[in-house]
């Protein structure tokens, strides 16, 4: 059985499946900024809000990829992937410091 290549469609169900659980996990961390002391909201807020700016940057380079022709998505997925690769890590950081 050989792997077949990930069809561009297959990629971006991939991706909007992984987007939406970003947003998940987002709203989770706005609700527990909602419960931590005032002096913790304000560092909070301002992670949330990176991650989000991060994530709208994503989104548009999802959106490139969405729009690219069957021949061109995969130089656009390069692109995608590093601003990809660049949200987890800063999420994950995040993460760590919501617990």
């Known amino acids: 059985m050989t792997n077949k290549p990930e069809t561009k469609q297959a990629y971006e169900a991939k991706i909007k ?11 989770e961390m706005k609700a527990k ?11 909070y807020h301002d992670k949330i809000e990176e991650l989000s700016t991060q994530r709208d940057a994503v989104k548009t380079k999802f959106q490139d990829l969405q729009n690219s022709s069957e021949q ?3 130089d656009v997925k390069v692109g995608f992937e590093k601003a990809w690769n660049d949200l987890h890590s800063a999420f994950d950081s995040a993460l760590s410091k919501f617990k």
């Open 17 to 27: 499946a992984q987007l939406d659980k970003l947003n998940t996990q987002i709203d």
């Open 33 to 43: 900024a909602q419960q931590v002391k005032a002096d913790a909201q304000v560092s």
């Open 72 to 74: 061109a998505w995969g």
